[in-house]
């Protein structure tokens, strides 16, 4: 009787053992866990490859309260802006997706609320990275304050990608939060084999046309086409070639390395003029135009391209738009419904229901409730068409709901 008692008991840990093991498989798919050690958040969802493989892409975004009315500060648009940009790009991406979310430590239990929200189809195909918007872990002490409040809450953090994202990634696309992704933005991550050797980033134009200046004027870059200038919303970086490069600094007999030294050269002499990180980089650039691919205006389609014939992306009315940046808030208001219609479609959808039902229905329909006469509507096949081709891709099953 002792024997086959001890032989019932060790089936029955044997059976629990086995039953454990089923379980915590079933679990991990959807299980995103909290990693500190290195004084950074990471939602690490464990379905997704390495994010040191080749196959993934990396997307990067910076994103700060902002200070409301009554003194307050306001973090809900942030975040819903964010979050509505992050959503387009991994609902339409057709590889691994890494984010890498750079944020205030009040907002980093939002982010990851709304994260896990996400249905297991695109969780398990999204890693997430949190990272707190550190300026004291970058500068010097003295400078701090200054950098934190130039133009806009946290705006310029951006500018340190390319040290701090140094051992987790080799390049990543950076994106402002007011964009909307139409394209997989797969496409995007392919023109890091359109650079030469040289190249170090791939950033589009402000405008469609060649500018009219002289060489002696440092907000323009010297282009093949023509003088140019850069909107930073949308950027492709080589982050190995950024740090190597050899960068010219004004009035410097030998060329620096990018980084903060780098930085701070070019911010001190240019600071007066230079009234934010946009500005800082044209300038940057305009010393060392042989550094820089000269992205499709496609991929940062601005309210400028759809508001008259002066200034068109031929790129775009070619091809169609790949990202949609909502530039001076044409998101909101009442200047360009296309574009305000196409957010509000975008954030009100959850991932997960139907694509063609929730965002490509819906946004016709206010297309031809608000937008039908306007300049840029009458022109919405750049964004219509687009994507309508990338909606027919989603490949994740979609749940039922209610109107």
């Known amino acids: ?11 029955a840990l044997i059976s629990g053992l086995v039953l454990f093991t089923i379980g915590v498989l079933y679990i991990l798919p959807n299980y995103a866990s909290i990693d500190t050690a290195s004084g950074t958040n990471v939602i690490n969802h464990l379905t997704g490859r390495q994010s040191n493989n080749n196959d993934e892409i990396h997307l ?7 200070p409301g009315f009554s003194g307050n500060m306001d973090y809900e648009k942030p975040l819903t802006l964010s979050m509505t940009m992050m959503k387009s790009a991994a609902l339409l991406a057709m590889k691994v997706l890494n984010l890498h979310i750079f944020t205030e430590e009040e907002m980093k239990p939002m982010f990851q609320e709304q994260i896990e ?13 949190l990272y707190a918007t550190n ?5 010097p002490k003295e400078m701090v304050d200054e950098w934190k409040k130039w133009y806009k809450p946290c705006g310029s953090f951006r500018l340190f990608l390319p040290m701090i994202l140094a051992t987790k990634t080799d390049a990543a696309i950076y994106s402002d939060s007011d964009v909307i992704f139409i394209k997989p933005i797969d496409e995007l991550w392919q023109y890091l084999k359109h650079m030469n050797e040289q190249q170090v980033a791939g950033i589009a134009p402000t405008t469609g046309h060649a500018l009219s200046g002289g060489e002696d004027n440092v907000n323009l870059i010297p282009h093949p086409s023509g003088n140019i200038q850069i909107n930073s919303g949308v950027m492709v970086m080589n ?3 950024m740090r190597n490069a050899n960068w010219i600094i004004p009035e410097v007999s030998l060329p620096g390395k990018y980084g903060v030294e780098l930085l701070l050269a070019y911010y001190k002499k240019f600071k007066d003029t230079a009234e934010h990180d946009q500005k800082l980089l044209n300038i940057m650039y305009h010393y060392n135009p042989e550094l820089l691919y000269k992205l499709p205006c496609s991929w940062n389609f601005k309210n400028n391209f759809c508001t008259s014939d002066g200034n068109k ?3 775009a009315e070619q091809n169609g738009a790949g990202a949609v940046h909502g530039i001076s808030g044409t998101f ?20 997960g229901d139907d694509v063609n039902k929730r965002i490509y229905k819906r946004y016709m329909a206010y297309l031809g409730a608000y ?12 964004i219509v068409n687009t994507l309508k081709k990338s909606l027919s891709k989603v490949s994740f099953q979609h749940e039922k709901s209610e109107e």
């Open 1 to 11: 009787m002792a024997a086959l008692y001890i032989r019932w008991h060790i089936v």
């Open 60 to 66: 990067a975004t910076v994103s700060c309260g902002q």
């Open 332 to 351: 909101f208001g009442n200047s360009n419904p296309t574009f305000k219609g196409l957010y509000e479609t975008f954030a009100k959808y959850k991932l």
């Open 313 to 315: 992306c031929d790129d």
């Open 371 to 382: 937008a039908s006469q306007t300049y840029c509507g009458k022109k919405s096949r750049i």
């Open 135 to 139: 300026y004291s872990d970058q500068l």
């Open 239 to 241: 982050f190995t070639r």
């Open 117 to 129: 929200s996400w249905p297991s189809s695109v969780r398990s195909r999204t890693n997430v990275h």
